[in-house]
């Protein structure tokens, strides 16, 4: 078993630059081995072990749509938490020989509280997910404006 590289907790705000911060920071485009999976574009957040093709870096961009996805399946917010802390579990394991996973999340977590039950139920999925996440991983940073802020 090689040496462990870092999981990485990168949020904040929609369009504030997450995704280009990732993009430089990580080299994306100029490293040859990576795979980005998005929420955004529909896909599914795959397990580690069900990958066709074995990157160095995997970025799973859309924290926030996947939480979504989980509590609608379930409606109830522990389940779907259990179910993202498993899915914590096998990245964790799976990083764990050379490689690097890097999860990308909008914070939502932030201004009016939804009046909407399962808006609230997701918001406050999202803040228990994101502490899950920032715990599991051994680096994070928020992006605001462009601006990144280690926080771990």
């Known amino acids: 078993m090689g040496?462990?590289?870092?999981?990485?907790?990168?949020?904040g705000g929609a369009f504030n630059g997450k995704s280009a911060w990732v993009k430089e920071r990580y080299s994306i485009g100029q490293h040859s081995s990576w795979m980005w999976?998005?929420?955004?574009?529909?896909?599914?957040i795959p397990s580690p072990?069900?990958?066709?093709?074995?990157?160095?870096?995997?970025?799973?961009q859309g924290i926030e749509v996947w939480l979504r996805k989980m509590l609608d399946d379930v409606s109830e917010?522990?389940?779907?938490?259990?179910?993202?802390r498993g899915i914590l579990?096998?990245?964790?394991?799976?990083?764990?020989?050379?490689?690097?996973?890097?999860?990308?999340?909008?914070?939502?977590t932030k201004g009016i509280v939804p009046i909407d039950e399962m808006d609230r139920k997701h918001r406050d999925l999202c803040g228990w997910c994101f502490q899950d996440t920032v715990l599991?991983?051994?680096?994070?940073d928020q992006i605001w404006y462009g601006i990144p802020t280690k926080l771990k």
Request: glycine letters at 2%; a negative charge.
């Open 136 to 140: 599991a991983s051994d680096k994070a």
């Open 3 to 11: 040496v462990r590289r870092p999981m990485h907790f990168v949020a």
């Open 77 to 84: 917010v522990q389940p779907a938490r259990e179910k993202w």
């Open 89 to 108: 579990h096998e990245w964790k394991q799976w990083e764990a020989d050379e490689r690097t996973v890097i999860f990308i999340g909008n914070d939502i």
């Open 49 to 60: 072990d069900h990958l066709s093709v074995m990157p160095d870096i995997v970025i799973l």
């Open 37 to 44: 999976v998005s929420a955004y574009r529909e896909d599914k």
